[in-house]
Structure formats: structure tokens, C-alpha cells
């Protein structure tokens, strides 16, 4: 009996760890007029962009290094953003992307 909780406890303490998520800056992020930047924990990214009467999506990936995101959008996927990348900074629970068709967005995170 010991065995067979000690096996239950084990499993669960296994799927609890696998199950955490140890990227702080995972998350969905909107910016003022609800263009959608979700990060994965899985260093993967998509952004959506619904201002117009379709919706638009944009898959890639990002690295964080120092509060520094970069995002490297697939090239074998359509890209409605018009930039291989995106490079920007993390302040606090707002990103910062920057010399985006000439000017700067902030995407705030949705909690």
C-alpha cells in the first residue's frame, strides 16, 4: 500500500513539474488597437492581427536575452507583418518593438 502511494505521489509531483510554466514572459499581449502578440512557452509566437474585417496571422519565434526580444517570423508561412523580424525590449508587463514600419508599438500583457 505504501508502494502504491508512494508510485501516486511520485506521478504527481512529475506532472506538476511538467506542467509548470518557467517562462515569465509567456502570455498574450494586445496593443491599442487589439493587434495580438501570443508567446509560447515553447519559444514559438503568433500575431494576430484583427483591425480590419479578416484576421491576419503571423507565426515565428522569439528569444528574450537581458529584456531584449527578438522575433524571427517563418519564412515558409505567410506573413501579413511585412518584416522578417522584430526586435524590441521587455519593460515590465509591456513589449516595446521598435523601427517597426517606422514607428514604435507597445503590446501590453493581458492578465
Not at 17 to 39: F, H, M, Q, R, V
Not at 74 to 85: A, I, P, W
Not at 88 to 111: A, H, M, P, Q, R
Amino acid at each position: 500500500m505504501k508502494r502504491v502511494f508512494l508510485g501516486l505521489l511520485a506521478i504527481i509531483i512529475i506532472i506538476s513539474i511538467a506542467g509548470c510554466n518557467n517562462n515569465p514572459y509567456a502570455g498574450e499581449y494586445k496593443t491599442s488597437d487589439n493587434t495580438i502578440l501570443e508567446l509560447n512557452s515553447n519559444g514559438k509566437c503568433k500575431v494576430i492581427n484583427n483591425s480590419y474585417k479578416d484576421v491576419f496571422y503571423t507565426y515565428g519565434k522569439y528569444t528574450i536575452n537581458d529584456n531584449k526580444i527578438e522575433i524571427t517570423f517563418d519564412e515558409d508561412k505567410q506573413n501579413y507583418m511585412r518584416v522578417k523580424s522584430l526586435n524590441g525590449e521587455v519593460k515590465g508587463s509591456n513589449i516595446e518593438f521598435y523601427d517597426y514600419l517606422g514607428k514604435e508599438s507597445t503590446y501590453s500583457k493581458v492578465e
